[in-house]
Nanobody, 122 residues
């Protein structure tokens, strides 16, 4: 399985970006897909996850109402609106194929992309 992110870049505060993640060897219609981020000097955090098969989604409180996750077959997307400087981070796509009781935690993910940098200028 290989996950490849794209769509990161530099944007002004208040702007929008759409991140994409393409999976090779995995169908996001069957498993949980997630976006995580890590800002400089901070721990990785779960941003959003989706399990299309179960109609389940999760958003971190810090992004609720601003970010939207979606997926189809081999792709998962993260639409990011009203971006803030604190959204600056490397964003990672991840996939979970094993069932767990915990949802959208980094340790539950089985596959990771290499990340894409999002920089929000204030």
């Amino acid at each position: 399985v290989k996950l490849v992110e794209s769509g990161g870049g530099l944007v002004q505060a208040g702007g929008s970006l759409r991140l994409s993640c393409e999976a090779a060897g995995l169908d996001f219609d069957e498993y949980t897909a997630g976006w995580f981020r890590q800002a400089p000097g901070k721990e990785r955090e779960g941003v959003s996850c989706v399990t299309k098969l179960k109609g389940r989604t999760y958003y971190a409180d810090s992004v609720k109402g601003r970010f939207t996750i979606s997926s189809d077959n081999a792709n998962v997307y993260l639409q990011m609106n009203s971006l803030k400087s604190e959204d600056t981070a490397v964003y990672y796509c991840a996939a979970q194929t094993r069932p767990t009781h915990t949802y959208c935690a980094g340790w539950t993910m089985d596959y990771w992309g290499e990340g894409t940098l999002v920089t929000v200028s204030s």
